[in-house]
């Protein structure tokens, strides 16, 4: 499952305002991450906010401190953004190949025609 999928779940789960399925979604994206191969350093970085946005989110519902889904939340609005930046990325690469903007660029700019 993707980071952005993880944060939708996760967001989805909150809505619910079920104990139960947020913590399911929290186990989902946080189960054995380490291994677990990035394909960019952005993406690793978006995994390392996902991880602390669970481990956020896991205090506060042991003590039963979540806000409300239509509360204020930085948690909230970095899942969202979460969220939309990765499925933008990956709708991107499918888009491109597999490949990166740069790197699609990049190829075609060294085979151009020499003069």
């Not at 909150?14 to 104990?19: F, P, R």
């Not at 930085?74 to 930046?85: C, E, I, R, Y």
């Amino acid at each position: 499952m993707t980071i952005a999928q993880h944060a939708t779940n996760i967001l989805d789960a909150w809505k619910v305002q079920d104990g139960s399925v947020l913590g399911a979604a929290l186990e989902s994206a946080s189960n054995p991450r380490a291994g677990r191969y990035f394909a960019s350093r952005l993406e690793s970085e978006q995994g390392e906010v996902l991880e602390s946005i669970v481990d956020h989110l896991r205090a506060l519902a042991s003590r039963n401190e979540l806000p409300r889904p239509a509360g204020r939340s930085g948690a909230l609005a970095l899942l969202s953004h979460l969220s939309s930046t990765a499925a933008a990325a990956e709708a991107a690469a499918q888009n491109t190949g597999g490949k990166t903007l740069e790197e699609k660029f990049s190829n075609s700019a060294t085979n151009l025609p020499k003069r």
